[in-house]
């Protein structure tokens, strides 16, 4: 499995925004969000309407800088399920090199009882 998604680094994403660093660059909050989202939309394209996914354990190496307004390509590399697990593994590029490599779980959750937990 190879499945790709793109995103545009913007101004709000920088690690002095965020407040996760103090440069310009990508943060890596939001390389991390990227990648979360990437996963999250995958494992939608397989669950109805009644399910989701939350993500449940990250593992990142954030290897390079990314510049303000720099495409970052996403891709799952491998995908896993296991019961109600999803485990992906997780690469993401931008105009010159990798910038990183994840892994990370999702869950399988029914919204309606999910949400009802929290309102509770």
Known sequence: MSTQYTYTVE???AA????SG??????????????ENAAYLTCQ???DDTQSTVGAQFSIQHLAPSAIHD???VT???????????????????????????????VIILKEKFMARITA
């Open 71 to 73: 495409t970052i390509t």
């Open 16 to 19: 002095a925004v965020i407040g």
């Open 76 to 106: 799952i590399n491998a995908m896993k399920q296991d019961g109600r697990q999803y485990h992906f593994e997780l690469s993401a590029s931008d105009s010159n090199r990798t910038i990183a490599t994840a892994t990370h779980t999702r």
């Open 11 to 13: 101004p709000h994403h």
């Open 22 to 35: 103090g440069l310009d660059v990508l943060s890596t909050p939001m390389l991390i969000a990227y990648m």
């Open 45 to 47: 394209e397989q669950l």
